[in-house]
């Protein structure tokens, strides 16, 4: 079958399926439509419960920024949710009490008060259970993989799990298409890299808490953007100035702000 036909049959199906690195590519060169693309399961985009099952936050959950070496800031922000640090002192935690709705947890008595708790067992629980949420989001088979060649601005993605052995760069705007309980898995390698002014647009009743973005290297969400999803990982996140998350800033390493709204949504 020839390329041209095998686009074709991709767009009649309104998917792609299965673990063929072939069938996988397909999404990337085809025609984006109003249902988006990308199933990997064969049945219809937006519908209830398509895409992978879940990642399981356990006790990271409880948090919107969660980090392990530092969580700076320079103000002002605006974070809706619990912040954590551990195992690092409560010294490195840049936010102040009034940029927070919610509570400032840390390991010892150095985190910034009225609103700092000092809870180091709760804490350990927590950046376990992101670590166990991290492994989850890395080892799921994926159904497409190297979509794009890791550029995939301008795509309007269903839920799925993609997986890619580089970065991952959004230059312009990516749309999400599903409903409420449709999954989205972003398994990546190396870094992500979000340009400025760039926004992940959630589409058909999607929502950021069924998003994951698994990242081996550092994440990097440039200035202005509006970013839609849970990031996991293994480093570091970099929120540029004045960008807004909806969803939750779980890292290996370091938590970095720039006068951002940082919102937790539903677990």
């Known amino acids: 079958m ?3 036909a095998l686009l074709l049959a991709a767009s009649v199906a309104g998917c792609g399926g299965g673990n063929d690195g072939a069938v996988g590519a397909s999404p990337a060169l085809a025609v984006a439509t109003a249902a988006g693309v990308g199933t990997g399961t064969g049945s219809s985009i937006g519908a209830a419960g398509h895409g992978p099952a879940s990642v399981n ?4 959950g409880n948090f919107v920024i969660l980090a392990q070496s530092e969580a700076t800031n320079v103000p002002t922000s605006a974070v809706t949710g619990n912040v954590g640090l551990s195992p690092a002192t409560g010294a490195g935690i ?9 509570t400032i947890y840390s390991v010892d008595a150095a985190g910034p008060l009225p609103c700092r708790v000092t809870d180091a067992t709760m804490l350990t629980a927590a950046i376990g259970a992101e670590g166990t949420a991290y492994t989850d989001a890395a ?7 190297e979509l794009a060649a890791g550029n995939i601005g301008g795509l309007n993605l269903g839920p799925a799990t993609y997986k890619w052995s580089t970065g ?12 409420p309980n449709d999954v ?4 990546i390698a190396q870094g992500l890299t979000v340009s400025s002014g760039v926004q992940i647009i959630l589409v058909g009743g999607a929502l950021p808490q069924n998003v994951y973005w ?5 994440a990097d969400i440039g200035t202005t953007a509006k970013f839609n999803g849970v990031i996991l990982s293994q480093t570091s996140i970099a929120v540029k100035t004045g960008a807004s998350i909806n969803g939750r800033l779980l890292a290996g390493t370091a938590v970095t702000l720039n006068q951002n709204a940082v919102t937790q949504p539903a677990q």
């Not at 936050?57 to 990271?60: F, H, T």
């Not at 080892?139 to 993989?145: E, I, L, N, S």
């Not at 698994?214 to 550092?218: H, M």
């Open 168 to 179: 991952v760069t959004i230059p312009t705007n990516v749309t999400l298409t599903g409903g």
């Open 139 to 145: 080892g799921r088979a994926p159904d497409y993989t």
């Open 184 to 187: 989205w898995i972003f398994q």
């Open 214 to 218: 698994q990242t081996f290297a550092a």
């Open 2 to 4: 020839g390329f041209t």
């Open 57 to 60: 936050l356990g006790a990271a």
């Open 94 to 102: 840049g936010l102040t009490c009034a940029e927070v709705t919610g």
